[in-house]
């Protein structure tokens, strides 16, 4: 397992420096020089030239990278000029919203798909599989920036039942009943893709365990159906799932820029959005790093649980 | 081998693709999409006003005889930018898609035949995919600008690595099985391998991931423009569109119903087509 | 003891398939006795044997009685037949590769076996396991315990399937081909075990297989089915003294056999010496180097070998033997490590490409799988064509007409040409893959086990077309084979093989009959024989190697 996790860090540690790389020379690739853009055009060189250097645009591109990099690893993100106040802050503040956010859509994903792959293979009946199947497409199918519209207008404006943006005044950790009426419409928004993706990669995959002639040994052995599918077939199907889990996931951070702005929901994504539509930089790169670091951390965390879940990896070939 | 279980063992059969299209859920599929298109195609036929053509007859209306889906805030008709709106992405569906394709399917092809040709590109597509789509997008807006070479540059970038996969583990795969080796025994070049044998078996789960390229598309165009960093105003997209009827929703709630059905229409569409001939495949 | 162990009464059942699968058959076992269910594929017999246990496939009927120990067990509801699988009666089945869950330990799996019927605790079922584990001659069945599958040869893997069918010492054991995806000497350990177990237990057994050789070998009685139908029943000793239906004396007389102390001597006409051999290995190791961690592992060690032309060299061995890995080689589809091949007295990794593909048009590969063996988007034509069409030889005409000259050649109707693969039997589809490996009048013929995957009788006729056009065309061939039986009817000389190294070899007649490697004379004895020399135990190891 050590060995597995050792092969595989330096490719995802290699994929994050060029990704740096590339987020780096955002600033540097932007039309114009960043400094006049962001002070405006008539400020004074004396202004410029202060700007440039807490930029980190002086000196060469390398070292400037090297600073860059250090100053990041250390937390230090500098200042946001458009809206104001240290970028550390304005992270911490925005990370609590959106994980809170991100985690009721990943279970809402995770409940519904369970639910579904389940279901569909215990109770194997020919009509509940279409319904499945029509669902995961529609869930497929319907962009988030489309439900999220038609929930807003159906269960907000036409029939006022939920907010229709926003957090309870005080932020969402001071009441919890009332942060989950805010959070009700945005999280099914956000999940609802995942779950249509999810649930269907587990119905097909627990159907093809179903075929595997390790589920004949078993019936043949008179243990009966839905045993060995929840104690047997799942478990096979498990490590394979956590890889797709990985990958939607990438999903969800993206889907909460959309989200977020949709819903007003002052996290993270929302951030984003108004840092690119301010055209505050420094503020959209910090951002952007810390999303490919965390999809590439969890993407490797999964692929090391499917490894893990696996004998065949975790133990290495054959002793016998 | 029994009989019954011996089938397992039997070679597949090529599958029926164009027929599979023709029937069931390919075809609505196919429909959905089509009324889309040619709508887009007709535009300059159908609308009854220019794009951008400010009108006399006031803004923010609701549905009239004259102005079946309203105005906007500006007094510009909103059907006939919606027609308009459909040919942006039309442009970024039929032309940027393919070119990702294109460009990944050749990079795979040249990974699967030489060794350090894989290694760059497997980097590559690792490094492209580390990206989240929204926030490559966001990534490459930035450093491009809005617009729609923007979100063509994005879709083209994001199905390299995609369609790059696809046809390097095709190849991979293709080159183990019993009858090509026994070609490549008699003298078949990697060339002739690839043209005779690898192509043809690949084309079906090629033209699958061409449908669910083209159905994330229409999505990724949809939300950049929404998020401001796609299509540029004036012109219409279906995601501006979407975008400017949110704003009005209160007002006039019609405005945003057209590009969504719109968007519903070719994303479900482009689904339902590559789940058909996915079944298809697995015959 | 008043009832039989099993009466099966007119048993049909019915597919979506066009035939039915099995048409009324009649079957009888009683305690303590060995039934071989006999057939080739489309027989029925694997059908009927699930049957019993109401494990049909989706979509499958079946009418008419199936009594076990007098209560009718057709057509019982799911929870009933639940009851009695895994405890009256039990299955084993072919593939051991994949008959056990890779994520759940041996422990574990006998330990829902056991649940399954009664209550255990955990201490409770680990003894048992460990019980029955040594009972099925695992070592070391403490540690094995714990183990994982994969961890496990096939060997042990099938025996641990057996551990779990006898976990609640069922009074019917059904076996469904059990050792036909085994290692010949493997598959003789498990003949004796499931002996042994039958004289323990005095449980019943039904055997269903296609081979001749391992119902000599256990079986008391035998009823040999024929697409569905049951053609005759016989005990063992008189079916194959005197078959009485014409399809037994057929299969029987299908069957490739080794030779016995008495038969004739064949007539291997001598082969010509002279000059260059047609293959030559000289002192070729194929390496894998050893990945994280592991040790490099030799598929093929030190081989030294040649093949004069127009001979046949049997290369024979078991799984793991590095056979089909020297076929490669030859083949020029797996490079050596160290050593170098030799093909007409050229070294394969010394001349250019160009040459190399020269050399190529003298090649052919005749590969096993019938499901792959051709492009399943080409017509018959085409496929046969192909090494035609790769050298561009001739024009378009003159291909056609090879390509019918070859179908004529073995003996497929013209028409076929125009087929795609998946219209053809396997037998055919390998017939197709011979064609177009002598599209190019090959000198050198790379065969891997090209008959491994057909019905006896099937083989039988391609094994027989294919004597006679090497006879014929005098192309060296490399046959490639686990199956000693047809090996001795087609080849001129033999090596015997394993693990990576070449321990015998010599002309075939010479091998057979006076083998001198420990291991050649354990793998010759090992095969079982389609003669039951006597009721208990036939044709198996008299040699303790």
Redesign the interface.
Known sequence: MV?YLI?RLP?AL???A??SV??F??IR???GDPATTLAGPGAPPQALAELRSELGLEGSLPSQYLSWVGSVVTLDFGRSFVIGGDIGTLIAEGLGNTLVLAGAALAIALVLSLLAGLAAVILDSRWLNAVLAAFS??G???????TG??L??VLA?LLPVFPAGGTPPGGPFEEPGATLEFLILPAICLGLPVAAALSRFLTESLRTQMR???V??????????R?IVV??VL??AL?AAMTALGIQV??L???A??VE??FAWPGLGQL??KA??GRD?PL?QVL?LL??VV??AIQLATDLIHAY????VR?????? | MSGALAAAAAPRRPSQARAALLRGQGLVGLVLVGIVVLAGLLAPVLAPYGPNEQLADGNLLESTAGHLLGTDEVSRDVLSRLLYGIRVDLLVIFIAVPIGAAIGSLVGLLASTWGFADVIAQRTFDLILAFPALILAITLATIMGPGVVTVSVVIIAAEIPIFGRLVRTSVLSVRELPYVEASTVVGASRWWVLRRHVLPNSLESLTVQLAVSMSVAVFVEGAMSFLGIGVRPPTPSLGTLINDGMRNIYVAKVQVVGPLVAVVMLVLGFLLISQSLGKARRG | MAERLLEIRDLAIDFAHPRPAVNGIDLDLDRGEIVALVGESGSGKSMTARAILGLLPEGARARGSIRLEGQEVLGLPETELDRLRGERVAMVFQEPQTALNPVRTVGWQIREALRAHRKVSRREARARAIELLARVEIPEPEVRVGYYPHQLSGGQKQRVVLALALANDPVLLLADEPTTALDVTVQAEILELLRGLRDETGAGILLVTHNMGVVAAVADRVVVLKTGDVVETAATGALFAAPAHAYTRQLLSAVPRLPEPGDPVRLVEPVATVGEPTLRYEDASVVYPGRHGQAAFAAVDSVTLALAPAEVLGLVGESGSGKTTLGRVAAGLVPLSTGSVWIEGEDLAAIGRARLREIRRDLAFVPQDPAASLDPRMTVAESIAEPLDIHSVGDRAARRARVAELLEAVRLAAEHGSRLPHELSGGQRQRVALARALALRPRLVIADEPTSALDVSVQAEVLALFAELQRELGFACLFISHDLAVIYEVADRVAVMRRGSVVESGPIEQVFANPTHPYSRALIAAVPEPVPSSPAGAGLGEMAS
């Open positions: 060995r092969r490719s290699a994929v994050l060029l990704a590339l987020i020379l955002l690739l932007v039309p497409t529609a497929l199918a319907l962009p988030t920036f489309v519209p038609v807003i207008l404006v595997q002639p390790y004949m040994t078993a019936r043949a052995l008179g243990i009966p159906r045993r104690t047997q478990r096979n490590p990438g999903y951070l993206g889907g820029v959309l702005t949709i984003i959005a690119i539509g930089y959209v952007l999303s490919v999809f590439v879940l696996d004998p065949r133990l290495g070939g054959r002793s016998g």
